[in-house]
């Protein structure tokens, strides 16, 4: 479905003299993809985990959409097709949006012209209706003033710390075990939270195995820093963070959320669809599907302890 900002000229190209062909820059990402791949996997002594399951992970839902905006012969349908499947991934988070702009922009495209604005985020409700903690957010000094009031960061416990290379820098995933400062409905969880926060381009670290206990994280302009103990740290230039933890909605911030949240029938839907099913013939589809199943197993390098038997390189 085109955006109405978008709308096609009989040329079949998006409005402005300077927007790019839809169908171009889709089909560019797709290639991007596997050169960030390629470059991931190239060098042991660099190998950028990350950066090759995020790749790979772009095409899980969009695959099929762009075969089959290249699979149509009118060139005004394939510009319709193609631009729909570019709203509709640029709508998945605002991590991909920017990865669709930095990828686009590399490929030697300014896909600004081609993308409706970000929609507005609305917290998710799981199945039983109650209101989900955010997905991952930077972490700033008003995302730690959220936290306190309702997590004990000086209570909490390292249950988990991974520190790799990603190419020419280090990445760290923190997790903590944090109790909570609100009660929890009766029957509810009674294990800690869970606390993640994911460290890109790490300076520092330093840990020490038998001092786990309390942690304080500190943001500030030139980078974040993570304290954890009476020695350990950890330093980067950027961090993020999400809460796993079913009885959020109990919390301070939880309450908020809900209170502004619309109940699990009545949330909008996205104002960019999905793109429109069609139908490919017989040898697209095959290609399309042998692709998919490639990138599938490509992104299984996201376990950690399977990562080095996925033939990144050869597949």
């Known amino acids: 479905m085109t955006p109405p900002a978008a709308s096609l ?11 790019p062909s839809a169908m171009a820059v889709l089909a560019a990402l797709l290639d991007r993809s596997v050169i960030q791949i390629a470059e991931a996997a190239a060098d042991a ?52 949006r920017r990865w669709m702009t930095e990828q686009a922009a590399a490929a030697g495209y300014d896909i600004g012209p081609l993308l409706s604005s970000a929609e507005p985020y609305i917290p998710g409700r799981d199945s039983r209706g109650h209101v989900m903690a955010p997905l991952p957010r930077a972490v700033t000094a008003t995302c730690v003033e959220e936290l306190l009031p309702d997590y004990d960061l000086a209570a909490a416990e390292v249950s988990h710390l991974r520190l790799e290379r990603a190419g020419a820098d280090l990445t760290a995933l923190l997790q903590l075990a944090v109790p909570r400062r609100f009660a ?40 974040i820093t993570v304290s954890v103990g009476a020695g350990g740290r950890l330093r980067a230039e950027v961090a993020e963070y999400w809460c796993h933890d079913r009885s959020w909605y109990l919390s301070a911030a939880g309450r908020r959320a809900d209170a502004v949240t619309p109940p699990r029938g009545e949330r909008p839907g996205r104002l960019n669809p999905p793109p429109q099913e069609g139908r490919l013939g017989p040898d697209a589809h095959a290609a399309a599907v042998l692709l998919r199943h490639v990138m599938w197993e490509i992104r299984s390098v996201r376990y950690p302890d399977e990562a080095d038997r996925v033939p990144v390189r050869a597949l």
């Not at 000229?9 to 927007?19: F, K, L, Y």
């Not at 840990?207 to 500030?220: E, Y």
Request: net charge neutral.
């Open 9 to 19: 000229p009989p040329d079949g190209s998006p409005e402005g003299a300077n927007s």
């Open 45 to 96: 002594r660099r190998y950028d985990r990350e950066a090759i399951r995020a790749a790979s992970d772009v095409w899980d839902n969009n695959l099929f959409p762009l075969f089959r905006a290249a699979h149509s012969a009118r060139p005004r349908k394939r510009e319709r097709r193609a631009l729909a499947a570019l709203t509709w991934m640029a709508g998945i988070s605002e991590r991909r």
């Open 184 to 223: 929890v409905a009766e029957g509810g969880a009674v294990d800690p939270a869970l606390l993640n926060v994911s460290l890109d381009r790490v300076t520092e670290a330093a840990f020490d195995l038998s001092d786990t206990r309390g942690a304080v994280l500190d943001p500030r302009a030139d980078g």
